[in-house]
């Protein structure tokens, strides 16, 4: 069989994670010799530019085939042969420290703070600088839209469109060249709302650039002026990049890009304290954006995450509270930047997003309205979801045809602005097709609208004072009587959900006691437009999120659903039919259409307890959650891993699952030896240095599994080496031995003094200067000097290194790979004698499927008259 993984032609070599010359068939793979050079990750590959794309053109699956955009949870994602090369181009991470005996005498050397003071310092000091770019990030957002809007609506009032026009077009425009600007041109990582690189990073795969401080200003600003100047997408997806950013740089109190490298607290430079420091970025991110401590928490154990800890979830929750606090300790001070004197008055319209400030009592009746919108919402989640990714395939399409990059950079820059100006015009121009619409209120407890009413103090149901008038009548306002207000002014539906920012739509639709604020044809107009334009915008160069544009989504069809139910039933204030209130319905809209898109379930639902302080609609929330899950599942996988697998970046799901002829197999029937790659390139504890040179400069594989010589001659597995720490040990030649002076069986590498090369100086992610790397590797394998010197690996070999046996069954060995983060998983026999690897890539649900069909074919039998599986020996089995 053919290396799916690999193309192994000089100018296609991918894959620098696998630790495999062959494929499970036991086909050998040759790689012919030339003058290479090393890239930063230390392999042959030579990584891309940050700034190139990769474009795919064999895509020849239908609109709607299965495995491809459309999937229910169950179909295993297809991928194309380029798809699949963009696949091997990914390292993946090893999450837990080598360790080797220079780690052990490195941890000796660590201070152990008592009750672990040092990480609840950092994380609170990671959770205060969220919290201080959160509140920054709104302040500007806040204040670039309302200059917009402000002088827009002047020149709407005095009547002059053509100006309103071109001041909304050329200003938003401005701001929107400057965000795609400085992301396509200085730093193409940063676009987007990362977070499926984020999602992927944790799970164990390594995307260059995106913790770097130069990706972290590029994403603060793209997304300010993105959102601010009224793109219709939000922040919440960026700030969850840019928690952590902060979380991947204040702990390592280092930067390369800066040349820091601050010499306190040395033992957070690990790849494990790293990865929790990440999770508690990303979490404050949510917490600071939201409001929502706990739903920020949750955020980041449900979707982002792939380990966690009882630990380490309470210092996440302490990260996101301090996160939080900051927030809102400077938004109780500041508005628009300027003090308004109530420093740490935590005001509820300040630090509650949506606050709804009379709930409803719920009725079991409520619960079928419910469950229609959660269907509703598990069905327009998927059409988003596919309407997104189909949008990113065209646009991949068309750039793939344009051959030169400066004219791929202008088409890109040149989409938003486009978008840009259709929402811009669309916002000013539309509301002018409808008609204005009368104040109206209930007089009194007859439970009768009244047109014209503004307030009634003995009835709660009543038209927002704040909604947008746009060239509708002010009026004026008098009292009629002791307890009513009544008015001659209108408003306009679609102008009050269009003007300003997405969050003061929001408001409007979940407000309570609104039944009639808008009616259907507002709704009906805007709902599409919107669903449109957000699935288009989310997916172009700039850095944004589609968080609270989906709640836009959601809220406006919840809004229907109730108003609907108005319309049949009647406004009822008291009684057993109160509960049919539309802003309650938006609400849960709002809940079912984000988690139809995330398939969060725990994290949507506490989220919008947070937003809106509206415990009473607790259930019908999580019912509309739970359905809309439910009924997405059946048609796509969630929106951000379906951007992984669309992205081509390796991730391992919770559960693995696979189906053979329209079935799911039960994994347990398989073993690791179904799935393993063979034969393995193994290295000695006392290895030839021309041979580990050889070894670096034409093979490919991320790591080595390290063998040592027994008593009967047999080589034993020892433990895993990567490619980088051979690099490394290489670089030194003083660590270089005669083989005359070296009796391998007497020679002892444990005695004292026998490390020569420190922790720290293996602890890295990439080479600095892999060009001279590059001409000492091929200097060692030239010269005849270097023939007869060996060195010494024992010091270096990781020896808590995983290795199971060829009959394990493969479900856990899928568990055991994803729940410790191991990058190679070696398999034995019984005699601890190497069989075969498996990497990330192997255990892929495509890849999965592929080899298992094939052991089925061979090993399938029938019994009674049905075809069953069999258990089946591993690959090695065949092997000498």
């Known amino acids: 069989m053919a290396n799916e993984y690999i193309n192994m032609n000089s100018n296609t070599e991918r894959n620098t994670n696998s630790n495999v010359c062959s494929h499970p068939s036991g086909a050998t793979t040759v790689i012919n010799r030339m003058k290479k050079t090393l890239g930063k990750s230390g392999t042959v590959i030579q990584e891309d530019n940050d700034e190139s794309i990769q474009y795919h053109s064999d895509d020849e699956y239908s609109?709607?085939?299965?495995?491809?955009?459309?999937e229910s949870m169950s179909t295993t994602h297809k991928y194309t042969t380029q798809e699949r090369e963009t696949l091997s181009t990914y390292e993946s991470l090893d999450y837990l420290p080598s360790h080797s005996d220079i780690y052990k005498n490195w941890i000796r050397?660590?201070?152990?703070?008592?009750?672990?003071?040092?990480?609840?310092?950092?994380?609170?000091?990671?959770?205060?600088t969220i919290g201080v770019i959160g509140f920054l990030l709104h302040q500007l957002i806040e204040k670039i839209a309302d200059v917009k809007w402000e002088i827009t609506q002047k020149y709407i009032e005095d009547n002059d469109f053509g100006l309103a026009c071109l001041f909304a077009t050329g200003y938003s425009v401005a701001f929107i060249i400057f965000s795609a600007g400085i992301v396509i041109y200085l730093r193409p990582c940063a676009g987007g709302?990362?977070?499926?690189?984020?999602?992927?990073?944790?799970?164990?795969?390594?995307?260059?650039?995106?913790?770097?401080?130069?990706?972290?200003?590029?994403?603060f600003f793209s997304c300010v002026t993105c959102v601010g100047c009224g793109l219709p997408v939000g922040p919440e997806g960026p700030m969850i990049h840019l928690g952590a950013l902060v979380g991947a740089g204040m702990s390592q109190f280092k930067s390369e890009t800066l040349g820091i490298k601050l010499p306190i607290l040395e033992k957070f430079r690990t790849s494990e304290a790293r990865r929790n420091f990440i999770s508690a970025g990303a979490a404050a991110g949510v917490a600071s954006a939201f409001g929502a401590p706990v739903g920020g928490l949750l955020f980041s154990m449900e979707e982002v995450s792939s380990f966690w800890t009882v630990t380490l979830s309470w210092q996440i929750f302490f990260c996101c509270i301090v996160s939080t606090f900051t927030t809102d300790l400077f938004n109780s001070a500041f508005m628009d930047f300027e003090y308004t004197g109530n420093f740490g008055e935590f005001k509820t319209n300040r630090y509650i997003l949506f606050e709804i400030d009379q709930g409803v009592d719920v009725n079991i009746v409520m619960f079928l309205p419910t469950m229609l919108i959660g269907i509703l919402g598990g069905l327009l989640g998927a059409a988003f979801t596919i309407l997104n990714l189909k949008i990113t395939r065209f646009r991949k399409n068309i750039l793939h045809k344009v051959k030169k990059d400066w004219a791929q950079k202008l088409i890109k820059l040149t989409e938003p602005c486009l978008i840009m100006v259709i929402v811009t015009i669309f916002s000013i121009l539309i509301p002018a097709a409808f008609s204005c619409t009368q104040f109206t209120c209930i007089e009194g407890n007859t439970g009768d609208p009244v047109k014209g009413c503004f307030n009634d103090t003995r009835n709660v149901v009543h038209v927002d004072e704040y909604v947008v008038r746009y060239t509708c009548p002010r009026g004026s306002v008098w009292k009629n009587s002791n307890t009513t207000f009544l008015t001659n002014?209108?408003?306009?539906?679609?102008?009050?959900?269009?003007?300003?920012?997405?969050?003061?739509?929001?408001?409007?639709?979940?407000?309570r006691n609104t039944h009639l604020e808008f009616n259907y044809p507002a709704l009906f107009s805007v709902l599409p437009f919107y669903f449109i334009a957000v699935s288009w915008a989310c997916s172009t160069a700039v850095a944004c999120g589609a968080l609270v544009p989906m709640l836009m989504v959601g809220a406006i069809y919840g809004r229907i659903v109730g108003r609907l139910l108005v319309t049949m039933f009647g406004i009822h204030q008291t009684g057993y039919w109160q509960w049919m209130d539309p802003g309650a319905f938006a609400l849960i809209g709002a809940a079912s259409f984000f988690g139809g898109v995330t398939r969060l379930t725990l994290a949507t639902t506490v989220i919008m307890m947070e937003l809106t302080n509206d415990v009473q609609v607790l259930l019908p929330v999580m019912v509309s959650v739970m359905v809309a899950k439910w009924v997405g599942d059946f048609f796509t996988h969630p929106i951000y891993h379906a951007l992984l697998e669309l992205k081509c970046i390796p991730f391992l799901d919770p559960e693995p699952r696979v189906t053979i002829d329209k079935k799911q197999v039960n994994l347990e029937l398989f073993t690791a030896g179904d799935i393993m790659s063979h034969p393995v390139i193994t290295i000695k504890t006392l290895e030839n240095v021309q041979e580990v040179s050889r070894l670096l400069v034409d093979m490919i594989h991320g790591g080595f599994p390290v063998v040592s010589k027994g008593e009967d001659g047999e080589n034993y597995f020892y433990g895993m080496i990567t490619r980088l720490e051979l690099t490394v040990i290489l670089m030194n030649e003083e660590l270089f031995y005669s083989e005359e002076d070296i009796d391998e069986s007497e020679y002892d590498t444990h005695k004292d003094g026998a490390s020569w090369i420190e922790f720290d100086q293996l602890n890295i992610h990439k080479l600095n200067k892999p060009e001279e790397v590059s001409d000492k590797l091929h200097r060692?394998?030239?010269?005849?000097?270097?023939?007869?010197?060996?060195?010494?690996?024992?010091?270096?070999?990781?020896?808590?290194?995983m290795a199971i046996p060829e009959k394990f069954s493969l479900k856990r060995t899928y568990v055991i790979f994803r729940t410790l983060g191991l990058r190679h998983l070696t398999v034995i026999n019984n005699r601890n004698i190497i069989k075969g690897i498996i990497t990330r890539k192997d255990l892929m649900g495509f890849s999965l499927q592929e080899r298992l069909t094939n052991r089925v074919i061979e090993s399938h039998h029938t019994v009674n008259g049905r075809v069953e599986l069999a258990p089946v020996a591993g690959p090695s089995s065949n092997m000498v």
């Open 63 to 70: 609109f709607l085939a299965a495995g491809r955009d459309y």
């Open 780 to 801: 060692y394998m030239e010269d005849d000097k270097y023939k007869n010197l060996v060195i010494d690996l024992k010091p270096y070999v990781n020896q808590s290194a």
């Open 193 to 219: 709302s990362g977070i499926p690189e984020i999602t992927g990073f944790l799970n164990g795969t390594n995307v260059r650039h995106i913790f770097n401080i130069k990706t972290m200003i590029v994403k």
């Open 109 to 128: 050397k660590q201070r152990i703070s008592s009750y672990q003071l040092d990480v609840w310092a950092l994380m609170g000091l990671i959770g205060f």
């Open 489 to 511: 002014g209108t408003y306009n539906e679609v102008a009050s959900l269009l003007f300003g920012t997405l969050e003061d739509a929001v408001t409007f639709l979940f407000s």
